[in-house]
């Protein structure tokens, strides 16, 4: 059983930065693609960023050159580092866990786990 912990939300000032990390617990965390999805109230969940075992990164547009992800695959963590936050920025930002995936953005409906979620709020 893989389980997701998410840490480091709250408020920031448009235009301010905030971390995300998200612990894993259970086997094989390099195995699992790891990313970070977000979900505004009244609207979908949005892929934000991945990455893979070996390495590869992907970024949901609106966050390219924002926001960035990495893991640590000793210490079985991923993190969202986020810059320049944006008022549109403001969700429950969730950890996912995607078995097997190699290539390419997850969508919605690929991860086998998921956190709880996290609240991050931009404010003006």
């Known amino acids: 059983q893989v389980q997701l912990v998410e840490s480091g939300g709250g408020l920031v000032q448009a235009g301010g930065s905030l971390r995300l990390s998200c612990a894993f617990s259970g086997r094989s965390f390099s195995s699992y693609a790891m990313a970070w999805f977000r979900q505004a109230p009244g609207k979908e969940r949005e892929f934000v960023a991945s990455r893979t075992s070996g390495g590869r990164t992907y970024y949901g547009d609106s966050v390219k050159g924002r926001f960035t992800i990495s893991r640590d695959n000793a210490k079985n963590t991923v993190t969202l580092q986020m810059h320049s936050l944006k008022l549109e920025d403001t969700a429950v930002y969730y950890c996912?866990?995607?078995?097997?995936?190699?290539?390419?953005?997850?969508?919605?409906?690929?991860?086998?786990?998921w956190g709880q979620g996290t609240q991050v709020t931009a404010s003006s």
């Open positions: 996912a866990a995607v078995y097997g995936w190699v290539e390419g953005a997850p969508r919605a409906e690929d991860p086998d786990y």
